[in-house]
């Protein structure tokens, strides 16, 4: 069965440091890569998300997102984050071979220090 | 512009008790999923469909049921209730080659 994975539960950082999160997903031929991001109490909103064609992916409040096809990855980074960052996000891979059907990650809790 | 509604937001079942969670979208969109997300988790596909007429499990479909009879709603059932089914359900959908969108949830607790 498809399946994706991120590498880190937790991750803690002050405001302006620079934010990469890891995930990796298992060979399932086309695939349909998104980050999410849930802000406390809230439902899940999509940062970026790739298709096709230029592997580096610019999205939504300065994140950005690398799908190295070789490493079946697609790391999500941004380069300074602030306080409102904090969030949990999560990966996710939706693999045509399977119905489209998008598999997530675990999700990586992020805490931004004032 | 509606997107993704989900009805309830919020429901305590009593062990043994059946419900229903309505979802609804306006997009047209063929493909609709449940998932539920627990804590550390992330999200797990609970049933999906990809028409009207068309369902079938995903990763954790025990205790559940769905129903397409339409292109707009997917409703999820819950038969009898237990307290492994406290979580938060979350419906999506989208369309061949699109994003996901995703309702805002609902929190059930079984007590």
């Known amino acids: 069965a498809q399946s994706v994975s991120q590498h880190n539960h937790h991750v803690i950082l002050s405001e302006a440091a620079s934010l990469e999160l890891g995930c990796n997903y298992s060979?399932?031929?086309?695939?349909?890569l998104f980050w999410y991001v849930q802000y406390p109490g809230q439902h899940l909103q999509l940062l970026l998300k790739?298709?096709?064609?230029?592997?580096l992916v610019k999205g939504i409040k300065g994140f950005e997102a690398e799908f190295i096809k070789s490493k079946f990855s697609f790391n999500l980074r941004k380069p300074s984050v602030q306080w409102s960052d904090t969030a949990e996000y999560f990966c996710?891979?939706?693999?045509?071979?399977?119905?489209?059907?998008?598999?997530f990650g675990g999700g990586t809790r992020v805490l931004v220090k004032p | 512009n509606a997107g993704v509604t989900q009805t309830p937001k919020f429901r305590i079942l009593k062990i043994g008790q059946s419900m229903t969670l309505q979802c609804t979208q306006d997009m047209n969109h063929n493909y609709m999923y449940w998932y539920r997300q627990d804590p550390g988790m992330g999200l797990k596909l609970i049933y999906y469909?990809?028409?009207?007429?068309?369902?079938d499990k995903g990763e954790v479909p025990n205790g559940y049921n769905v129903s397409r009879s339409t292109t707009e709603d997917f409703p999820l059932r819950l038969e009898l209730a237990a307290p492994s089914q406290t979580s938060v359900y979350f419906c999506?959908?989208?369309?061949?080659?699109?994003?996901?969108?995703f309702g805002s949830g609902t929190r059930l607790t079984v007590v």
């Open positions: 996710a891979v939706s693999f045509k071979a399977a119905g489209n059907k998008l598999t």
């Open positions: 999506a959908s989208t369309k061949e080659g699109g994003g996901y969108t």
């Open positions: 060979y399932g031929g086309t695939v349909n």
């Open positions: 469909s990809v028409g009207a007429g068309i369902t």
């Open positions: 790739y298709f096709s064609g230029d592997p």
